[in-house]
């Protein structure tokens, strides 16, 4: 029985690929937040608490880390509400840099001097 044997193997193919995409969708449905790591321009505490709180206000945003020996900023996001661009800007509109997006000059000049980017280190 050739065809029966065809008519098997075909469905056990078909199964399995069943199986794989049931499972790649729940993957897909657990890998909910993302994390971003963005360089940025903070220098001090004060940026610190000012990144930080101006983000947890933006749509998405999970989590906000502020690290600022390497001046880089750790987003937990997601990825169902936003993107790291959309964070990048939102960086950018708090007055700092974000990677290759640069600060929005109304922003930085609101900034108190000593949180500007060409300030002294404090
Ligand atoms: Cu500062």
């Known amino acids: 029985m050739k065809t029966q044997r065809i008519k098997l193997s075909a469905m056990l193919l078909m199964t399995a690929a069943l199986i794989f995409s049931v499972n790649l969708l729940a993957q897909e449905k657990t890998k909910k937040t993302e994390t971003a790591e963005i360089k940025s321009s903070v220098?001090?505490?004060?940026?610190?608490?000012?990144?930080?709180?101006?983000l947890a206000f933006e749509k998405g945003v999970t989590d906000v880390?502020?690290?600022l020996e390497t001046k880089v900023i750790t987003v937990t996001y997601?990825?169902?509400k936003t993107d790291k661009e959309t964070i990048k800007k939102?960086?950018?509109?708090?007055g700092?840099?974000?990677?290759?997006?640069?600060?929005?000059?109304?922003?930085y000049e609101k900034l108190?001097?000593?949180?500007?980017?060409?300030?002294?280190p404090h």
């Open 78 to 80: 997601k990825t169902s």
């Open 43 to 54: 220098v001090c505490g004060m940026c610190e608490e000012r990144v930080t709180k101006e």
């Open 90 to 94: 939102a960086i950018t509109k708090i």
């Open 112 to 120: 108190p001097a000593c949180c500007k980017k060409d300030a002294a």
């Open 65 to 67: 880390k502020v690290n």
């Open 96 to 107: 700092y840099d974000a990677d290759d997006l640069l600060a929005d000059d109304a922003a």
